[in-house]
């Protein structure tokens, strides 16, 4: 191994100077990624560990560092791990899903090269592949400003993560398993924080003080609400972008979606709930943490707070309050607001409308009516070795289609620096959350029934919030403006992850003719091939 890693570093630091620019810091890392015994809800199950943890590491980082993390995947099957808004500029390839990466073979190695190009925030990194997911391997990731960058608040006193999710008794196999007999999955058995069950975690604070918290939804399927005994929360940033500083009770968080919020410790001297419940659910999931104050005087006291369960206005009313900061930095010194989406004119409207059903007799979900199946190779590598027979773009259409569902390689093509117009619209009877990989976009209306024209009239123009995942209510639509500037092959995917698994996906390759650097970066020189590109080469090391 020893042997591998000075390779490695050998090949990794020739690509510094020619992929990132040299006066940028960079991180290192060494992950090695294990299968072990875990016991979030009691029982032992198989776990996906990253150095021996679970949650995997943290990742600190600061706006336009790179990171450069040494994957080795001592696991049984082969592994990938994607990186939840972090935008890969120019570089679709370090994206980590397996339309744009091969897998690391069981054994061996691959070494992720990221740049956190003008990006601030709270973001997460997960296992792509199969349904890994459910076996941990993820982990938090923190982009801080710039010192010299202003922040809208002070210093906090601590910055927390604190990943929440519903989780599985069965091992991922078992799932994954029932999923490939075209069966669903029943409804978790419990939800974690920070890998543990029930009051198995705490986060110590100073009376008196102020911390941030950063919660991620990583779970696999329910929006959970977050709250913590006596406290206000006061919003300050999603998935990249400062927020008006909203103080609020309790918080749904989508799955997949990040949120930071300042908790000031200005309560009595003793111990309190952190709750987190499900959304939407007829049966409702809690689980409980401690807030600890260093000089405490008690434990808890009373049953943990309640919050929403079921009620969509609440939750809609919410969402429509959270808005950018438009005089605060964001990665840049030039305030958020000097950026005026809603002045632009789109030049395409993208409607995607999810269905749910049968084909050969097995349970599929699909968008447009496409139900999405792997290539044999990956798309991204596919396109940049202009290998035949794997995708074909235009596979998916731009509207609903109300035909029955079928299975394709969908691929729908866009023109880089277009701006555009992507309606999520969400005719079933449960909440639905959506990501797209190399995006940030502003979720500019949302609400109930069926979209039409007519629901221009109502979007936010002015200060939507920017952020990479966003929720779709039942029987409801979400839309969003999106600026195609970053060239690639980008998933865009449901964050329910049977769902996802079982085709709620499509890429969207975005292209540029000009093979030029300046719009995208060539394929890296350590890039692992597979399928249909094994064999060749990617460029002279």
């Not at 391997?137 to 006193?157: M, N, Q």
């Not at 605060?328 to 632009?344: E, F, K, L």
Request: hydrophobic share 35%; net charge positive; with cysteine.
């Amino acid at each position: 191994m020893a042997l591998n890693s000075f390779r490695a570093f050998l090949s990794i630091f020739s690509l510094l100077f020619t992929i990132v620019a040299a006066e940028d810091p960079y991180r290192f890392f060494t992950w090695n990624v294990t299968f072990g015994d875990i016991y979030p809800l009691g029982v032992r199950q198989q776990g996906i560990l990253i150095n021996g943890q679970f949650p995997g590491p943290d990742i600190y980082s600061v706006t336009n560092d790179n990171l450069i993390i040494n994957v080795y995947n001592s696991l049984t099957e082969p592994f990938l791990l994607s990186w939840s808004g972090v935008q890969q500029r120019r570089n679709s390839y370090e994206d980590g899903v397996y339309g744009t990466t091969c897998p690391i073979p069981p054994g061996r190695n691959f070494t992720y090269i990221l740049q956190v190009k003008d990006q601030i925030g709270s973001f997460f990194y997960f296992p792509s592949l199969d349904f890994h997911k459910a076996a941990g391997g993820f982990g938090g990731i923190r982009i801080l400003s710039r010192p010299r960058i202003p922040v809208p608040f002070p210093d906090p006193a601590g910055d927390i993560t604190v990943l929440i999710g519903d989780w599985y008794k069965a091992n991922h196999t078992t799932l994954k398993a029932i999923l490939d007999r075209g069966k669903k999955l029943h409804f978790p058995d419990g939800i974690l924080i920070n890998g543990r069950g029930p009051n198995g975690v705490s986060f110590t604070v100073e009376q008196g003080k102020t911390y941030r918290f950063r919660i991620s939804n990583v779970g696999l399927q329910n929006s959970l609400n977050f709250r913590i005994q006596d406290h206000k929360m006061v919003l300050v940033e999603v998935e990249g972008t400062h927020t008006l500083q909203t103080t609020y009770s309790s918080l749904d968080v989508h799955v997949g979606q990040s949120y930071s919020v300042l908790v000031t410790a200005d309560q009595p001297a003793q111990d309190f709930y952190v709750v987190v419940s499900t959304r939407f659910t007829s049966q409702v999931l809690t689980t409980t943490g401690i807030l600890r104050y260093s000089n405490s005087a008690g434990p808890v006291s009373g049953p943990p707070p309640g919050g929403p369960t079921i009620q969509i206005d609440w939750s809609l009313n919410q969402a429509r309050s959270i808005r950018t900061n438009l005089t605060a930095s964001g990665p840049r010194p030039n305030p958020q607001g000097s950026y005026h989406y809603g002045m632009i004119n789109t030049s395409r409207t993208i409607r995607l409308a999810s269905s749910a059903g049968q084909v050969n007799g097995k349970q599929r979900y699909a968008v447009n009516s496409v139900s999405y199946v792997p290539g044999d190779t990956p798309l991204k590598v596919a396109d940049f070795f202009k290998i035949g027979g794997v995708f074909r773009v235009g596979s998916i259409s731009n509207n609903p289609t109300g035909g029955g569902i079928y299975l394709d390689t969908s691929v729908m093509g866009a023109d880089f620096r277009a701006f555009v117009e992507i309606v999520f619209e969400n005719p079933e009877d449960i909440i639905q959350s959506w990501h797209i990989d190399g995006y940030s976009f502003f979720v500019v209306g949302m609400d109930g029934g069926l979209w039409t024209a007519n629901s221009r009239n109502q979007y936010n123009l002015r200060d939507a919030v920017a952020r990479t995942t966003t929720q779709v209510y039942p029987k409801s639509w979400t839309a969003i403006y999106v600026a195609l500037d970053n060239v690639g092959m980008w998933n865009v995917r449901s964050e329910f992850w049977a769902r996802q698994y079982l085709g709620q996906q499509f890429y969207l390759r975005v292209y540029s003719p000009v093979e030029s650097i300046r719009d995208e970066f060539p394929i890296p020189k350590n890039a692992l091939l597979c399928g249909k590109a094994s064999g060749r080469r990617t460029r002279p090391l």
